[in-house]
């Protein structure tokens, strides 16, 4: 079975840009997350969708990011503009059912470097 | 809010050796913990989770945590390293009500395995 798919995995952008991070989760998962890494860091919720409904969204910078999962599956995270303090690795992930207990599944991440 | 607190942000451990990697936690709810491991240009993946039960979990590739609910502790163990645990660890909490879903990391630990 695939896991979760990320695309694309490197992005070199210059500040002010616009940049878009696509997810498919793994089939059959309700639940899915974005993710940032930054550098030397654990990861941060960025937001959290319950099939098509965002649940958790209040990590998320509202002024450039946005997100969408339509029809409760794939998922697209745009950044616009971007700034250099966005550099990071940008982390899917998906789970059959919400944080409480289960497991989490991850892609491989989006690396981003904003110039 | 729960948070978590990794203490060793590098640990050098010559091959075939012992190694613990210490994760502390501070919650107010009763809490869920995991450990996942973050190989290069990788994902994460679960090592091992603590839902309930027996406070020693054993994971993947060998690995094993407990659980101390007096200390507010995970820490992570594996009797014999090998040079493929070179990798980023993260510690994670998730509170167990309802309501409160939300998954928080570690800042990780970097094992690097001595030859």
């Known amino acids: 079975e695939a896991g979760v798919v990320q695309s694309p995995r490197y992005k070199i952008i210059e500040k002010k840009q616009p940049v878009a991070f696509w997810c498919n989760p793994i089939?059959?998962?309700?639940?899915l997350y974005w993710y940032r890494q930054n550098l030397g860091q654990g990861p941060e919720l960025l937001i959290r969708?319950?099939?098509?409904?965002?649940?958790?969204d209040s990590q998320l910078p509202k002024d450039r990011f946005s997100a969408e999962r339509l029809k409760g599956v794939d998922s697209t995270l745009k950044i616009q503009p971007a700034e250099l303090g966005d550099s990071a690795v940008y982390l899917c992930?998906?789970?059959?059912?919400?944080?409480?207990?289960?497991?989490?599944?991850f892609g491989e991440g989006s690396w981003l470097t904003v110039v | 809010a729960q948070s978590v607190t990794q203490l060793d942000s590098q640990v050098p451990v010559f091959e075939e050796a012992p190694v613990e990697l210490r994760c502390n936690y501070s919650?107010?709810?009763?809490?869920?913990l995991f450990w996942y491991v973050q190989y290069p240009n990788q994902g994460l993946q679960l090592l091992l989770k603590?839902?309930?039960?027996?406070?020693l979990v054993k994971g993947i590739n060998g690995f094993e945590a407990e659980f101390n609910k007096s200390q507010t502790s995970f820490h992570l163990r594996k009797p014999s390293v090998h040079i493929s645990d070179t990798a980023e660890y993260f510690c994670?909490?998730?509170?167990?009500?309802?309501?409160?879903?939300?998954?928080?990391f570690g800042t990780g630990t970097r094992l690097t395995i001595i030859p």
């Open positions: 992930a998906s789970s059959s059912g919400t944080p409480r207990g289960n497991t989490i599944y």
């Open positions: 089939s059959g998962h309700n639940t």
């Open positions: 969708y319950e099939n098509e409904e965002a649940v958790d």
């Open positions: 919650s107010s709810v009763s809490v869920y």
């Open positions: 603590y839902l309930s039960g027996s406070t």
């Open positions: 994670a909490v998730s509170a167990s009500n309802f309501g409160n879903e939300k998954l928080t």
